[in-house]
């Protein structure tokens, strides 16, 4: 008489868990793919030692589950979507209003600089913000006194430190902040005009007008 090897329940689990993983099979294929394995297995299963019945419940549950899981993953992604979607919409309200976000860029125009900001994650006792030009050098140097935690935002007069307007064009500024010796870790904000919406794999952009990106989660403010 001639012997058959038996698929074991462990093995059918593992085919189909390397099925799910490797490929995009539906719930369906995957229980197709289940169902002939398991018929396959029945028929060439030993007479004297045939599967049990407590193995073919092990493995019907096994598919089960991974049946379900992936039924769960699709819908879960389709749910992303639509909120996705859902919050570009909703974002769609902010072109043409003006919003703080992270950023180190301040421009000035006839003398007069556009606002800057900054985001302390808890109460500074000390917070510096220096302004520097094109070349890296430390033009103005603001000191600030201390700050409860916030968005908070910074003053620059358009002048340097001896008090002379600075010529206009696009400088850099970075800022400074401790408590008790220690950095709170501060946050640069800058404004800018919302011009657009778009998204990416991140989630949902917002185009400022000197033509930047900022996630929408980064925004501070709207005004």
Do not use: E
């Not at 089960?64 to 909703?90: D, I, K, P, W």
């Not at 109460?123 to 913000?129: G, H, L, P, Q, R």
């Not at 007008?209 to 005004?223: F, K, P, Q, S």
């Amino acid at each position: 008489m001639t012997s058959t090897s038996n698929v074991n329940g462990s093995k059918s689990a593992a085919d189909i868990a390397s099925t799910l993983q490797g490929s995009s099979a539906s719930a369906s294929d995957l229980q197709n793919n289940f169902l002939t394995m398991l018929v396959t297995q029945m028929n060439n299963q030993d007479p004297l030692n045939p599967m049990d019945n407590s193995q073919l419940t092990s493995q019907l549950a096994q598919i089960s589950q991974v049946s379900a899981m992936q039924t769960m993953n699709t819908t879960l992604t389709s749910l992303l979507s639509q909120v996705s979607a859902g919050r570009a919409m909703g974002s769609a309200s902010l072109i043409g209003r003006t919003v703080m976000v992270p950023g180190s860029s301040v421009s000035v125009a006839s003398g007069t600089a556009t606002k800057i900001g900054v985001d302390l994650p808890s109460a500074a006792d000390s917070v510096t913000v220096s302004v520097l030009d094109s070349s890296g050098k430390t033009v103005r140097t603001i000191n600030l006194n201390g700050k409860s935690a916030g968005v908070q935002d910074v003053v620059w007069d358009g002048k340097n430190d001896a008090g002379s307007t600075v010529a206009d064009g696009t400088y850099s500024f970075k800022v400074a902040a401790t408590a008790n010796g220690t950095d709170v870790k501060p946050v640069a904000l800058v404004y800018g005009a919302v011009q657009s919406i778009s998204g990416d794999s991140t989630g949902v952009l917002v185009g400022l007008a000197n033509g930047t990106t900022a996630n929408v989660n980064d925004v501070r403010r709207i005004l």
